[in-house]
């Protein structure tokens, strides 16, 4: 199993927006025959959020950038509205 972490800033402004946006993304990777596990979250301050997902392989995470619920949400939305943005990718340690 494919880990991947992602750590988000987003301005305040933008931070409700990017809640819409996260709920729309996560409901949709989760549907993808490859996700294993797709979870969003807000940090206290309101403006860090964190997506930790879970994918069968990187063959699913592959198809996952390439879906059309990516592009327009995560790297046409989410990432455009980013001031920084970390991830991390690595195996599950069982």
Known sequence: MLV????????????????????????????????????AARGEDGTTFVLYEKWRDQAALDAHYASEHFARLGANGLRVLATHRQAVKGSAID
Do not use: H, M, W
């Open 4 to 39: 991947n972490a992602v750590l988000y800033t987003i301005p305040a402004e933008k931070a409700d927006e990017v809640t819409t946006i996260l709920r729309e993304l996560a409901a949709a990777s989760r549907a993808e025959p490859g996700c294993q596990g797709f979870e």
